[in-house]
């Protein structure tokens, strides 16, 4: 009796141990090769969006065992990915690479024979002060047998291609110094939009430029691929951008303002009473280092952006003295809105001292001109 009871606790500790064993535990994933499939919701360093039927796993800047970030499931809805100190030590914009759980499980000794042809890449800005709720999708329809091939040869600007329209969503990205990037598509039709990105250090700005038709409209291109049931497969796409956006004219989707202090303090800039802070969490600009805010275009459709938008309830300067908008240097009637067009870079000129009624605190326009997007010609 005492033999069977014996035997009967250790198969009921057996069962109770086998029952707690879901599969969920992440260091567990890690060690079999699929990476951390959790999603942190705190303490992350990218959210993603995966529209596709495969879970990925998904790498920084290039196809290393030292640059594996973690897993994401399939159909994973703003998953965190985790943050690493290691990886994420500095404010930067990156490909990020991702394989789907197959390829990397079949290719972990040699990563590096993916590197032409991963499952896709994502652009991505990762800000070390500021803030990174941005959610960058993966798209449906990646994952098939088809080819998309990407011809970007050059060595600074950075390309991806999206689904219709400029605002749409991103199926991939053919990075800067990578001269030929294959996507791997499902059968069916898109029309996509090459969008063209790069940080600008400088001005602390993600720049993001497309190239328009001659009617205004942002260029596109149809593709079809797969089987046309007539006896015709179409299986393989060249884009070759280097020839497709000769004599194209770029665009933005955006304004800059930059502020040219001529008091003797920090200033900053408010709209409708809340500081606008840079990509990288600045807020108070010096006379030395003047920052640069950009300022979105209302989307008129995922196709496009509108030419301006009214700005209401801005004041710049020193805090808690900051002052609304004139007229100009001479003219201190106050704007109660501002129209602000796209493709253009305003200076606005803060002079004055605060508290001081003989020198006042002015804030006004001083300059308007052409954000310059020639260097981002590809050829």
Same mark, same amino acid.
Request: proline content about 4%.
């Given at each position: 009796?005492?033999?069977?009871?014996?035997?009967?606790?250790?198969?009921?500790?057996?069962?109770?141990?086998?029952?707690?064993?879901?599969?969920?535990?992440?260091?567990?994933?890690?060690?079999?090769?699929?990476?951390?499939?959790?999603?942190?919701?705190?303490?992350?360093?990218?959210?993603?969006?995966?529209?596709?039927?495969?879970?990925?796993?998904?790498?920084?800047?290039?196809?290393?065992?030292?640059?594996?970030?973690?897993?994401?499931?399939?159909?994973?809805?703003?998953?965190?990915?985790?943050?690493?100190?290691?990886?994420?030590?500095?404010?930067?914009?990156?490909?990020?690479?991702?394989?789907?759980?197959?390829?990397?499980?079949?290719?972990?000794?040699?990563?590096?024979?993916?590197?032409?042809?991963?499952?896709?890449?994502?652009?991505?800005?990762?800000?070390?002060?500021?803030?990174?709720?941005?959610?960058?999708?993966?798209?449906?329809?990646?994952?098939?047998?088809?080819?998309?091939?990407?011809?970007?040869?050059?060595?600074?600007?950075?390309?991806?291609?999206?689904?219709?329209?400029?605002?749409?969503?991103?199926?991939?990205?053919?990075?800067?110094?990578?001269?030929?990037?294959?996507?791997?598509?499902?059968?069916?039709?898109?029309?996509?939009?090459?969008?063209?990105?790069?940080?600008?250090?400088? $001005? @602390?700005?993600?720049? =993001?430029?497309?190239?328009?038709? %001659?009617? #205004?409209? &942002?260029?596109?291109?149809?593709?079809?691929?797969?089987?046309?049931?007539?006896?015709?497969?179409?299986?393989?796409?060249?884009?070759?951008?280097?020839?497709?956006?000769?004599?194209?004219?770029?665009?933005?989707?955006?304004?800059?303002?930059?502020?040219?202090?001529?008091?003797?303090?920090?200033?900053?800039?408010?709209?409708?009473?809340?500081?606008?802070?840079?990509?990288?969490?600045?807020?108070?600009?010096?006379?030395?280092?003047?920052?640069?805010?950009?300022?979105?275009?209302?989307?008129?459709?995922?196709?496009?952006?509108?030419?301006?938008?009214?700005?209401?309830?801005?004041?710049?300067?020193?805090?808690?003295?900051?002052?609304?908008?004139?007229?100009?240097?001479?003219?201190?009637?106050?704007?109660?809105?501002?129209?602000?067009? $796209? @493709?253009?870079?305003? =200076?606005?000129?803060?002079?004055? %001292?605060? #508290?001081? &009624?003989?020198?006042?605190?002015?804030?006004?326009?001083?300059?308007?001109?052409?954000?310059?997007?020639?260097?981002?010609?590809?050829?």
């Amino acid at each position: 009796m005492r033999k069977r009871m014996k035997f009967a606790v250790i198969l009921a500790v057996a069962i109770l141990l086998f029952a707690c064993d879901t599969g969920d535990d992440p260091k567990k994933e890690e060690e079999t090769g699929g990476g951390d499939f959790t999603s942190h919701n705190t303490d992350y360093s990218i959210l993603v969006r995966n529209n596709t039927n495969f879970k990925l796993v998904a790498f920084k800047g290039d196809l290393q065992a030292d640059k594996l970030i973690g897993g994401i499931p399939a159909h994973a809805n703003n998953h965190g990915l985790p943050y690493k100190p290691a990886l994420f030590d500095k404010t930067e914009d990156f490909p990020l690479i991702l394989l789907t759980e197959a390829q990397y499980n079949n290719n972990k000794n040699n990563l590096l024979s993916q590197k032409n042809t991963p499952f896709t890449r994502v652009y991505v800005f990762y800000n070390k002060q500021g803030d990174n709720s941005s959610v960058y999708e993966i798209a449906e329809g990646l994952g098939g047998t088809n080819k998309l091939r990407i011809i970007n040869t050059s060595t600074t600007i950075n390309v991806e291609i999206r689904l219709g329209g400029v605002a749409g969503e991103t199926i991939g990205y053919a990075p800067a110094g990578i001269q030929e990037t294959t996507l791997k598509l499902e059968d069916g039709d898109y029309i996509v939009f090459p969008v063209f990105k790069r940080y600008n250090r400088i $001005r @602390d700005v993600v720049e =993001t430029v497309y190239p328009k038709r %001659q009617d #205004g409209q &942002p260029w596109r291109q149809s593709i079809s691929l797969g089987d046309f049931g007539n006896g015709t497969v179409v299986s393989e796409h060249l884009m070759n951008l280097n020839e497709l956006m000769k004599n194209l004219v770029m665009t933005s989707g955006a304004a800059w303002i930059i502020i040219d202090n001529q008091t003797e303090q920090g200033v900053r800039f408010l709209e409708g009473g809340t500081p606008r802070k840079t990509l990288t969490g600045r807020e108070y600009t010096s006379t030395s280092a003047p920052l640069t805010w950009q300022i979105d275009m209302p989307k008129l459709s995922n196709n496009n952006y509108a030419d301006s938008r009214d700005v209401s309830n801005w004041k710049f300067g020193p805090s808690a003295d900051e002052v609304s908008l004139q007229e100009s240097k001479d003219v201190n009637t106050i704007l109660s809105t501002v129209t602000i067009e $796209r @493709d253009k870079l305003y =200076t606005i000129t803060v002079s004055g %001292q605060a #508290g001081n &009624p003989s020198n006042p605190l002015k804030a006004y326009i001083s300059s308007t001109t052409n954000i310059d997007v020639s260097d981002f010609d590809i050829k």
